[in-house]
Structures are given as structure tokens and as C-alpha cells.
């Protein structure tokens, strides 16, 4: 077996060996097909208030720029769908991915610890690692690592686990073996296009970041616009709907990270006691969570928002 082989063999097995649900490699090439898309969906504005997104839009197509020299990107899935739901299934709804300890700091973990592991048993490498912290287009390079396929509600879907699970990347000057992108199974379907409550999924593959749940919940700083008034289906921290609704979710399975699992006060938590919610309640069940990105001001803001 050759080195490239080899190093590929050893950074797979180590990453399932982490917990991760699987890995990809490809390339690390200038992301000639996302330019023009990225391009027009800033332009049309798409990305509302999101600013950052326009930031650095060379070092988001290509990785040479975050890593000179970089021959390879290593992308990582990790699976958080949970076991349990809150009771209450009149309360306030939370995105999935919020439930448990915030995902920035497990992956991290994990990604320091592969990193860690690629330079005892491979040697000198040069490399980052990537989960939201820096301009890396994840669904496109994990798509590209035939990890899955970039669906109609414009995130990452595989055949056998659908698309609750988080992106992650290493960024290395090693060289790998790459592997293939696999083809769309989408087909006619358009359950996530209809579902969308805000109409936010404005072409198939193409959403309007300023128009979605999320977008609103946890990106946008100022007031919600009253026009979207009763139209949020209960979500106040992000929105899961077009994953809910897509078939290949129903081969979803529980994750196995102890780190993602949720407060149980979040669980039992009733509709009266999220609108009577207290500042130090709030620190309580939201301790390591996502969920403070919104800080109690963001989350009682969106509270109020959903009350007809």
C-alpha cells in the first residue's frame, strides 16, 4: 500500500474511531462551481443582516488561502439527532442541534484531537481545523467528498443517516486519496419547498437566508418584521422544518454523543414556563448551549414574537 493510501486509511479509521458518522476527502481546489452561486445569492442580498457572509469571499472558494500549500480537505459529519423531544409539544420549539452542549466546542474537541493523532502517526503536516469558525463552505466541500448531496433546502443529505448532523473540516497540505461526489436523490420531490412556512426556500437549492426562521431567531439583531407574524410554528431558536419534512430523515438514528444530550429542565419545560422564562433560568438550562447565542434578550424577544 502506498503512503497516500495509507494516511487516508489511518485519518478515516481515527475519525470514526472519534464518534464521527463519516468522513470524505477531496481535493483542495478553488471551488469553481460555487463562485457564480455564492456571487448572485450576496448580491440579491440573501444574507440579510449577515454581513460576515460577505467578508473574505476568495478564502471561502479557495482553501489555499486558509492554508497555503493545501492538498487536501477532510470533511466530517457528526451526527446529533436526538432521543428525546420536550414534552410539551404546545411549548416554544428549539432547533435539534441546540439541545445539548454547544457544538463548537465537541467538535473542536474532536478535530484537536485528530489533528493531534495525524502528526504522531503521519509526521509533519500543516493543517486547520473548521467548524463555522472561518469562511469554509462545508455543504460544498463535503458534497464534493461525496459525502452527500447538497438538497432542495440546500443542506447536506445522505441516502442512509438524512441531515441531522454537523460539518466539520480539516484543512491539511498532505496529499490523500480523494474520493467521488455522489449524485442528487431528490428527485420530484418538494416537501421542504412546501413546507417552508416563510416561503424561504425560493427556488429548489436556493434559499433566502433573510427570509428564514432561523435567520430571524438567531441571526437578526433588530425587531422581526411583523409581517411574519404567525408564521414561525412555534420555533424560537432556529427552525427544522425542511429537515423534518424530508423522507430521507426517516432513517435518522438517535446519536450516541453524551455531550449533545439535553437538559432535562429543557425537556419538561411547559408553553407557560418558556413565556415566564427568568434571565437566571435561562443561564441554567442554556449553561454551554447554542441557544446563548441569542442571549435572553434575542430568546424572550422571539417568545413574544410567537404569541397571537
Same mark, same amino acid.
Given at each position: 500500500?502506498?503512503?497516500?493510501?495509507?494516511? $487516508?486509511?489511518?485519518?478515516?479509521?481515527?475519525?470514526? =474511531?472519534?464518534? +464521527?458518522?463519516?468522513?470524505?476527502?477531496?481535493?483542495? @481546489?478553488?471551488?469553481?462551481?460555487?463562485?457564480?452561486?455564492?456571487?448572485?445569492?450576496?448580491?440579491?442580498?440573501?444574507?440579510?443582516?449577515?454581513?460576515?457572509?460577505?467578508?473574505?469571499? #476568495?478564502?471561502?472558494?479557495?482553501?489555499?488561502?486558509?492554508?497555503? #500549500?493545501?492538498?487536501?480537505?477532510?470533511?466530517? &459529519? &457528526?451526527?446529533? +439527532?436526538?432521543? !428525546? /423531544?420536550?414534552?410539551?409539544?404546545?411549548?416554544?420549539?428549539?432547533?435539534?442541534?441546540?439541545?445539548?452542549? @454547544?457544538?463548537?466546542?465537541?467538535?473542536? /474537541?474532536?478535530?484537536?484531537?485528530?489533528?493531534?493523532?495525524?502528526?504522531?502517526?503521519?509526521?509533519?503536516?500543516?493543517?486547520?481545523?473548521?467548524?463555522?469558525?472561518?469562511?469554509?463552505?462545508?455543504?460544498?466541500?463535503?458534497?464534493?467528498?461525496?459525502?452527500?448531496?447538497?438538497?432542495?433546502?440546500?443542506?447536506?443529505?445522505? !441516502?442512509?443517516?438524512?441531515?441531522?448532523?454537523?460539518?466539520?473540516?480539516?484543512?491539511?497540505?498532505?496529499?490523500?486519496?480523494?474520493?467521488? *461526489?455522489? $449524485?442528487?436523490? %431528490?428527485? $420530484? %420531490?418538494?416537501?421542504?419547498?412546501?413546507? %417552508?412556512?416563510?416561503?424561504?426556500?425560493? @427556488?429548489?437549492?436556493?434559499?433566502?437566508?433573510?427570509?428564514?426562521?432561523?435567520?430571524? $431567531?438567531? /441571526?437578526?439583531?433588530? /425587531?422581526?418584521?411583523?409581517?411574519?407574524?404567525?408564521?414561525?410554528?412555534?420555533?424560537?431558536?432556529? %427552525?427544522?422544518?425542511?429537515? #423534518?419534512?424530508? *423522507?430521507?430523515? =426517516?432513517?435518522?438514528?438517535?446519536?450516541?454523543?453524551?455531550?449533545?444530550? *439535553?437538559?432535562?429542565?429543557? &425537556?419538561?419545560?411547559?408553553?407557560?414556563?418558556?413565556?415566564?422564562?427568568?434571565?437566571?433560568? +435561562?443561564?441554567?438550562? +442554556?449553561?454551554?448551549?447554542?441557544?446563548?447565542?441569542?442571549?435572553?434578550?434575542?430568546?424572550?424577544?422571539?417568545?413574544?414574537?410567537?404569541?397571537?
Amino acid at each position: 500500500m502506498d503512503f497516500k493510501s495509507t494516511h $487516508t486509511e489511518l485519518i478515516k479509521n481515527e475519525a470514526k =474511531r472519534l464518534g +464521527f458518522l463519516s468522513c470524505g476527502i477531496s481535493k483542495a @481546489d478553488f471551488l469553481e462551481e460555487e463562485a457564480p452561486r455564492l456571487e448572485q445569492w450576496l448580491k440579491k442580498n440573501m444574507h440579510g443582516e449577515m454581513q460576515y457572509m460577505e467578508n473574505h469571499f #476568495d478564502k471561502r472558494l479557495d482553501p489555499t488561502k486558509l492554508v497555503e #500549500d493545501s492538498k487536501s480537505v477532510v470533511s466530517l &459529519l &457528526l451526527n446529533y +439527532f436526538p432521543s !428525546k /423531544e420536550p414534552y410539551d409539544k404546545t411549548a416554544p420549539k428549539i432547533s435539534k442541534y441546540a439541545y445539548g452542549t @454547544d457544538y463548537h466546542f465537541v467538535i473542536k /474537541e474532536k478535530l484537536k484531537q485528530l489533528l493531534e493523532f495525524i502528526y504522531q502517526e503521519i509526521g509533519e503536516v500543516s493543517g486547520r481545523a473548521f467548524v463555522d469558525s472561518a469562511p469554509v463552505l462545508d455543504k460544498a466541500w463535503a458534497a464534493k467528498s461525496g459525502l452527500g448531496w447538497i438538497g432542495k433546502n440546500s443542506n447536506l443529505i445522505t !441516502k442512509d443517516t438524512g441531515s441531522f448532523y454537523f460539518i466539520a473540516e480539516l484543512i491539511l497540505d498532505l496529499p490523500l486519496n480523494y474520493d467521488t *461526489p455522489t $449524485t442528487d436523490h %431528490c428527485g $420530484t %420531490c418538494t416537501a421542504c419547498i412546501d413546507a %417552508c412556512p416563510t416561503g424561504a426556500i425560493v @427556488d429548489p437549492y436556493v434559499v433566502d437566508g433573510s427570509k428564514c426562521i432561523s435567520y430571524f $431567531t438567531i /441571526e437578526l439583531k433588530n /425587531e422581526i418584521p411583523s409581517s411574519f407574524k404567525g408564521s414561525f410554528e412555534n420555533w424560537m431558536f432556529g %427552525c427544522d422544518i425542511c429537515q #423534518d419534512v424530508c *423522507p430521507w430523515n =426517516r432513517f435518522s438514528k438517535a446519536h450516541s454523543e453524551p455531550l449533545f444530550n *439535553p437538559n432535562n429542565k429543557l &425537556l419538561s419545560m411547559s408553553k407557560s414556563e418558556w413565556e415566564e422564562i427568568t434571565e437566571d433560568l +435561562f443561564q441554567e438550562i +442554556f449553561k454551554k448551549s447554542a441557544v446563548k447565542r441569542a442571549k435572553f434578550s434575542g430568546l424572550t424577544r422571539n417568545i413574544n414574537f410567537l404569541k397571537i
